[in-house]
């Protein structure tokens, strides 16, 4: 990928076959749990393959951070946080690196000035916050709006047809879903989908039975631009009154939440 060229290329290109790597495994694991998903009683080796994807899709950030921390003055860096990463860090992580960039002479730079937007307004979607509300129609014609769903909590999954990570994690989603949505949770799917077809399909395939919405956008949506969400997988759980207690939850994590959470 031609990004940036000259001395900044050759830092990005560093990383790239690490990179492809990783994407080689992850589409080895997808072949694994789409192969998987046609046997029958199957939901052990499921988790365990879907526990093999999230592991090393963190292991695939941390490769990231790494190599942005070793190379934090290049543009490359920025570039790569900005892309990969900025979305996932935490408020004082996410500043470290802007920081960072800024003293190393490219605080001008377009994605150093939009991620200190974000820090700017990341407020809002702050863990301890009220979630923003938003109006959108679903699939099914219904208006679908968070403050609707105070009472519950929320979940709040920002995906695509197109998104690996997100598509592994679906059906262990839908699993939790039935497991709870009697004991008070349910979800939202927001889609950063363009093309309806492929997302339509997308939720039929995976079987969703929750609501889902999208702009079909991308990241110009504006519940994206809401959420400050600019990759994905991206996701928040709401308490029963709207706020946000946690963010950017793995499928195993949100299940021991909500187990806990149940159990109040």
């Known amino acids: 990928l031609q990004i940036l060229g000259g001395k900044e290329q050759k830092i990005y290109n560093g990383l790239q076959a690490e990179l492809m790597e990783f994407d080689y495994q992850l589409n080895l694991i997808e072949e694994d749990y789409n192969r998987a998903s046609k046997q029958y009683n199957a939901q052990d080796l499921l988790k365990k393959i879907?526990?093999?994807?999230?592991?090393l899709h963190r292991k695939k950030l941390?490769?990231?951070?790494?190599?942005?921390?070793?190379?934090?003055?290049s543009l490359a860096a920025v570039y790569l946080v900005s892309y990969h990463l900025a979305h996932l860090m935490d408020i004082n992580e996410l500043d470290f690196f802007v920081n960072a960039f800024e003293k190393g002479g490219l605080a001008r730079e377009p994605m150093t000035m939009e991620m200190r937007a974000t820090l700017n307004t990341v407020q809002r979607t702050s863990i301890n916050h009220q979630a923003p509300n938003f109006s959108i129609l679903s699939t099914?014609?219904?208006?679908?709006?968070?403050?609707?769903?105070?009472?519950?909590?929320?979940?709040?999954?920002?995906?695509?047809?197109?998104?690996?990570a997100c598509r592994i994690a679906n059906p262990r989603l839908v699993s939790l879903y039935y497991k709870y949505r009697n004991q008070g949770f349910d979800i939202i799917s927001v889609s950063v989908d363009n093309e309806k077809a492929k997302w339509h399909k997308a939720i039929a395939d995976d079987k969703l039975p929750w609501a889902q919405v999208s702009e079909l956008k991308v990241w110009d949506g504006e519940i994206s631009k809401l959420y400050n969400v600019s990759a994905i997988p991206s996701n928040f759980l709401l308490d029963t009154n709207g706020i946000i207690i946690h963010k950017n939850l793995k499928s195993d994590e949100l299940g021991e939440i909500l187990n806990n959470l149940m159990q109040k």
């Open 62 to 73: 941390a490769c990231i951070k790494r190599y942005a921390q070793k190379n934090i003055n």
């Open 50 to 55: 879907e526990k093999s994807a999230e592991d």
């Open 140 to 164: 099914r014609g219904d208006t679908i709006t968070v403050d609707k769903y105070q009472g519950k909590y929320l979940f709040i999954d920002f995906w695509a047809s197109w998104c690996k």
